[in-house]
């Protein structure tokens, strides 16, 4: 018998370290390897990933035939030779050298990489896979779609930030994708966004989203002259300009915003100072432009792809109120973004095309999955070290149990089933709360979550009474797209409504989780009312809970009453 064509797709030593595997070109799983080892955003090699995917295929690291790495090394060095576009007037002068050094040596130490994980895997080949092409195969194939355009969307890939692809089902499982269009850096609307993100206080590459929720408590009149000038829109995309956004330079230590940015804006806020209004203005400017933007590179998209879908990644792809500006304005009849938009997702990617490369069987697998991460049926849990929980098995059945806890207003962590792939609780790791309780969001902000008081919650509905809640008009799995509500919603719910009018919608089918549906379906019977509140298994600053030691840590540390791991109901 002819042992199955093994690919290991990696994300790794960058940010958010992730690892899938493929064999035969079925997807076996995939998992972020902060959801396992803790460290959220870690850009380790996913040794616990690693070990657990080869575990479940029942492998050796020997068995795997082919590596396939989310980077492309020597492309990199394509950066180089645009050192005399930088050698103008100040301040981009100063950066043009350490610019090339910066991308030299980190083409250097990609290259180098490749060669230690061929070491690790017994000698097996290393396939890198362009940056931008493992972010449109992951998007492309995770839609299903026999043919659509792919906009990604980043803050960088080798040289590349913005990329338009077409892409068509030549056969079945078998994609083909040629880019059309692509943007280099330092022209990146995630590097702004980052760099904003950063100047406002917040984690650069983490509380984006932060940043996101608090445009919309503020003005963008106030910067939105600054920002036209800042990204400019021109008839192939944008360009930033470099004396409010200096060009990157690969090395730390170089600043994101240049002192005549601060002097037209404000100084950097320290991560604790308040947030006053000029912080709320410059991130609603911001994100007026992104949105902005990114609608610009969707009818751009659809004028060089007449096809009438279009998928979403990169980064930026998780910007879910710029995914709803660009279904509102109609330019494509749907639009999809990937359980993983991000870089973690680029496992997924390296791997698929690593496989059409080399094999001539067909993908599978990968098409509108998200639960792909490890579960753990039995589990077996010490709660020695918290004497005041009390663990019993749930009465009866467990989606009419947590239903009725639920509407007596409980706010209850859910562990169930395999963990989710990307940023998004989606009914596994998920915190479930009422949206009809009195006071949820400002309680579940400050005992549960521990975050800011400005940031909203999402609303999880099932997908054939979406449209008594939203206006979307299309479906909205992995919870991408933030849609405009309905008078219904504002009135019956407005908990799960932000200040913007909108909510960052999941919707839920019984094909793709049937335990949330059945516990939706029984809220629903209860209360009339076929919505919750869904937030990830978490509290702010550490990874979704991927294990279930994870899971009751949360529950013991946090203002959560309960825990419904596996079938047991954990109170304390």
């Not at 995770?142 to 089902?169: C, M, N, P």
């Not at 022209?187 to 966004?193: C, D, I």
């Not at 406002?200 to 590459?205: D, E, K, P, V």
């Not at 409010?244 to 601060?262: A, D, E, K």
């Amino acid at each position: 018998m002819t042992a199955p064509f093994t690919v290991l797709g990696l994300c790794s030593f960058t940010h958010d370290s992730a690892a899938a595997l493929l064999m035969d070109g079925e997807l076996i799983g995939f998992v972020e390897e902060e959801r396992l080892s803790q460290v959220k955003h870690t850009k380790d090699y996913p040794r616990q990933a690693v070990q657990w995917l080869l575990s479940e295929a029942g492998i050796t690291a020997a068995d795997v035939d082919t590596i396939a790495y989310n980077f492309h090394g020597p492309r990199y060095l394509a950066a180089v030779p645009q050192v005399a576009r930088f050698l103008g007037p100040a301040p981009t002068r100063d950066r043009a050298l350490p610019r090339a050094a910066g991308f030299t040596k980190v083409a250097l130490r990609t290259i180098g990489r490749t060669r230690a994980l061929s070491r690790m895997f017994s000698g097996a080949p290393v396939q890198p896979v362009q940056h931008h092409r493992a972010h449109q195969m992951c998007a492309f194939a995770a839609s299903g779609w026999d043919d659509a355009a792919v906009l990604i969307v980043d803050s960088l890939g080798e040289t590349q930030t913005t990329t338009i692809a077409t892409a068509r089902q030549g056969k079945p499982g078998r994609p083909e994708l040629r880019t059309l269009h692509a943007l280099h850096d330092p022209a990146s609307l995630g590097y702004v966004y980052g760099a904003v993100t950063q100047h406002l206080g917040w984690r650069r590459g983490d509380e984006e989203g932060t940043v996101m929720a608090l445009a919309a408590l503020g003005e963008p009149a106030r910067f939105q002259e600054l920002f036209a000038r800042a990204i400019r829109l021109t008839p192939d995309g944008f360009a930033v300009d470099p004396s409010l956004f200096p060009i990157r330079v690969l090395i730390s230590g170089y600043p994101r915003v240049t002192p005549r940015f601060i002097a037209a804006t404000c100084p950097p806020r320290p991560s604790q100072a308040p947030v006053t209004q000029v912080h709320r203005d410059l991130a609603a400017a911001l994100q007026a432009r992104t949105e902005e933007v990114m609608v610009h590179l969707a009818i751009l998209a659809r004028n060089l792809d007449r096809s009438k879908r279009l998928c979403v990644g990169g980064g930026v792809a998780t910007n879910c109120v710029s995914i709803g500006k660009i279904i509102e304005a109609g330019i494509f009849d749907e639009v999809f973004v990937p359980p993983a938009p991000g870089d973690a997702g680029t496992a997924i990617g390296a791997a698929a095309a690593a496989h059409l490369k080399l094999s001539g069987q067909p993908l599978s697998g990968i098409s509108r999955s998200c639960y792909l991460g490890p579960s753990f049926p039995t589990p077996d849990l010490d709660l020695s070290a918290w004497p005041t929980l009390i663990d019993r098995d749930v009465p009866g059945d467990p989606a009419e149990f947590l239903a009725g806890q639920l509407a007596r207003g409980q706010i209850v962590g859910l562990f169930h089933g395999r963990i989710e792939a990307g940023p998004r609780a989606l009914g596994n790791r998920s915190i479930l709360a009422s949206p009809l309780q009195d006071g949820v969001i400002e309680r579940l902000n400050a005992t549960v979550k521990f975050r800011e008081p400005f940031r909203p919650f999402a609303p999880m509905v099932l997908a054939d009474r979406a449209c008594d809640y939203f206006t979307l008009g299309q479906e909205a799995p992995f919870m991408s797209m933030a849609s405009n509500v309905t008078d219904l919603a504002r009135t019956q719910i407005p908990a799960i409504v932000h200040a913007n009018g909108t909510a960052r919608l999941q919707t839920v089918t019984k094909e793709q989780n049937p335990f949330m549906h059945a516990v939706l379906e029984a809220f629903a019977r209860r209360t009339g009312v076929p919505v919750l509140i869904n937030t990830s298994l978490n509290v702010k600053g550490k990874p979704i809970c991927g294990t279930p030691q994870m899971a009751v840590d949360c529950l013991a540390s946090s203002g959560l009453d309960a825990l419904l791991l596996e079938g047991r109901w954990i109170t304390k």
